[in-house]
């Protein structure tokens, strides 16, 4: 069974800046796409931002120019970079990944969230 750890979630002021990071374990053969997702109170889960095995990359239009997704294949690990910060992006952040296990079998899995609050 993969699971998917994130890290690096907390309590900052507007305008600040915050790193998380996500890792992926559990006898993976290889990793698609890794991407995060959002969801704050009240609302439905949202795409933040995904790349591809490849590095490619796609965001969400209110966080283009603020945030940035990367990831490092030989760790499973996914990272996202959050600059200049708004009480808005307060949410609870998900990590997701997909690929394959040896016998090529797919999976997608979902980590537990880091809650991330922006406020003075």
């Known amino acids: 069974q993969v699971q998917l750890v994130e890290s690096g979630g907390g309590l900052v002021q507007p305008g600040g800046s915050l790193k998380l990071s996500c890792a992926a374990s559990?006898?993976?053969?290889?990793?698609?796409?890794m991407g995060w997702y959002r969801q704050a109170p009240g609302k439905r889960r949202e795409l933040v931002a995904v790349?591809?095995?490849?590095?490619?990359?796609n965001y969400a239009d209110s966080v283009k120019g603020r945030f940035t997704i990367s990831r490092v294949n030989a760790k499973n690990t996914v990272y996202l970079q959050m600059n200049s910060l708004s009480p808005e992006d307060t949410a609870v952040y998900y990590c997701?990944?997909?690929?394959?296990?040896?016998?090529?079998?797919?999976?997608?899995?979902w980590g537990q969230g880091t809650q991330v609050t922006v406020s003075s």
């Open positions: 997701n990944a997909d690929g394959k296990f040896p016998m090529g079998g797919p999976f997608a899995s």
């Open positions: 559990g006898g993976i053969f290889s990793i698609d796409t």
């Open positions: 790349i591809t095995s490849r590095g490619s990359t």
